[in-house]
């Protein structure tokens, strides 16, 4: 998926590319933070970790799997939605993409 975000014009890496080892979710979500992206994941124990840190960043976009979604669709509805929430995600938000809806809940909670 992250070369489909870079074909459309966005700044994205894999985990892997900056830690290939397995990383902790803590030290993703601080490497984040530290340098001001936004994470996307099917891993919800990111919005977790961040409701109960009452952090205020990074934004998190959790990639909820409808059946039969290709890492393409998921990519497209990504590339669709962004323009209508980049606010949020630059202030700081967790923001659930569906079929029909989006769901924004700002940071800290």
């Given amino acids: 998926m992250g070369e489909l975000l870079i074909e459309a014009g966005h700044d994205a890496r894999h985990v892997r ?8 979710d803590e030290v993703v979500i601080e490497h984040a933070a530290s340098h001001g992206l936004i994470l996307i994941s099917a891993d919800t ?3 977790t970790l961040l409701a109960h840190s009452h952090a205020s960043g990074p934004s998190f976009v959790p ?17 669709e939605n962004l323009p209508l929430v980049s606010e949020e995600l630059e202030a700081g938000a967790i923001v659930v993409l569906g079929e029909d809806t989006i769901r924004i809940r700002r940071l800290p909670m």
């Fill in 17 to 24: 590319d900056v830690d290939p080892t397995g990383t902790p």
């Fill in 45 to 47: 124990d990111f919005g």
């Fill in 63 to 79: 990639i909820r799997r409808a059946s039969g979604r290709r890492a393409y669709e998921q990519a497209q509805l990504l590339i």
